[in-house]
Nanobody
Framework: QVQLVESGGGLVQAGGSLRLSCAASGLIFSINAMGWYRQAPGKQRELVATITNAGSRNYADSVKGRFTISRDNLKSPVSLQMNSLKPEDTAVYYC?????????WGQGTQVTVSS
């Protein structure tokens, strides 16, 4: 089992920045990749960014050049630095962890960007 706890959400004006962090506990060495997803009201959950244990990163087109996902090592939290935030980035952001057999989710953290 893997447990995920997010932190760092909040309210920010358009053009501002926020940094999200996700701490994993439990069987962390079973994790192959981690990532961030988001869900806005009335919309489906969508991928924001992922990072593998080898450091390979993948971003949604809508956040490329503005968001950066990072993780120093297998024991470190996974972070999402969000710059140049837009009102359309408003959503609940969820941390995700993938193992060979399972997928785990955090409880979510609200990010609100005011215009």
């Amino acid at each position: 089992q893997v447990q995920l706890v997010e932190s760092g959400g909040g309210l920010v004006q358009a053009g501002g920045s926020l940094r999200l962090s996700c701490a994993a506990s439990g069987l962390i060495f079973s994790i192959n990749a981690m990532g961030w997803y988001r869900q806005a009201p009335g919309k489906q959950r969508e991928l924001v960014a992922t990072i593998t244990n080898a450091g390979s990163r993948n971003y949604a087109d809508s956040v490329k050049g503005r968001f950066t996902i990072s993780r120093d090592n297998l024991k470190s939290p996974v972070s999402l630095q969000m710059n140049s935030l837009k009102p359309e980035d408003t959503a609940v952001y969820y941390c995700n962890a993938l193992t060979v057999r399972s997928e785990y989710w955090g409880q979510g953290t609200q990010v609100t960007v005011s215009s």
